[in-house]
């Protein structure tokens, strides 16, 4: 690849400055996802997930841990993992990697989430694992336990290892969307942002609906435009399905 050089500039000339050491986790990290943003052809399609009923499910059930004094804090996250998990089985090319010599593709029958999280030193994606097979109580847990490691810098290689796919979740800070980059040898990457009240049609007249914006980066070479749509499209049925069920 023939790229000009890097400029070469003396800032201190403009101005006082300070120069500052990456920490080793960006280091590696922007490496990482400095080759997953060259090799991989990324693609970012947008949409919304209506969590309305969703977020008062999610309330009834802390206020109910919250009696029972159980410590379990149910996040939205939790239930966005479950319904994923859902749709990466019934549309399982998401859920692949591709072969090295990228004439095929590996379809895991399993599915191992990670998660990105912010720490001082930079991001970290630890994964839970068989997510299809724990309830949201065991992927709270889970959750709770894998952060906190997360956060104190005490992942092990093998707690960041095995995933099938990745949420980057940014809505507890902010923005309507973004374009989250793959990790590579994943073919796919979910961002969310912050829920919204909107005004939504209803046939009849406009409601007011929580609003969960999703960006769903994929690789192209194995994900096309149609697919992708399709991909959304299910898991909005899977976390609404999710909802209904959990409501009894």
């Not at 997360?150 to 507890?172: H, N, P, Q, V, Y």
Request: aromatic fraction near 6%; charge should be negative.
């Amino acid at each position: 690849m023939n790229l000009l050089p890097w400029p070469e500039v003396d800032f201190a000339k403009f101005g006082e400055v300070e120069q500052r050491k990456l920490s080793k986790i960006k280091r590696i990290t922007g490496a990482n996802l400095h080759r997953n943003w060259v090799k991989i052809p990324h693609v970012t399609q947008w949409d919304e997930a209506d969590v309305t009923d969703l977020e008062a499910l999610r309330k009834q059930l802390n206020a109910a841990e919250a009696e029972q004094e159980s410590g379990i804090k149910f996040t939205v996250l939790v239930f966005v993992m479950k319904a994923l998990a859902d749709a990466l089985q019934k549309l399982p090319t998401m859920n692949a990697s591709l072969t090295e010599d990228e004439q095929g593709i590996v379809i895991k029958q399993y599915v191992n989430i990670g998660i990105a999280v912010d720490t001082p030193n930079g991001l970290v994606v630890p994964v839970v694992r068989n997510v299809q097979d724990k309830d949201c109580v065991e992927l709270t847990r889970d959750l709770m336990e894998l952060s906190g490691k997360a956060r104190e810098g005490k992942l092990t290689k093998d707690e960041m290892s095995g995933g099938t796919f990745t949420i980057s979740s940014l809505g507890g800070l902010g923005g309507t969307q973004f374009t989250p980059i793959i990790n590579a040898p994943e073919v796919g990457i979910l961002g969310l942002s912050r829920s919204e009240q909107k005004p939504v049609w209803s046939g009849d007249a406009f409601q007011p609906r929580l609003m969960l914006p999703l960006s769903l980066s994929y690789d192209h070479r194995v994900i096309d435009g149609a697919q992708g749509v399709r991909f959304l499209n299910q898991f909005k049925e899977s976390l609404a399905e999710l909802t209904k069920e959990m409501q009894g």
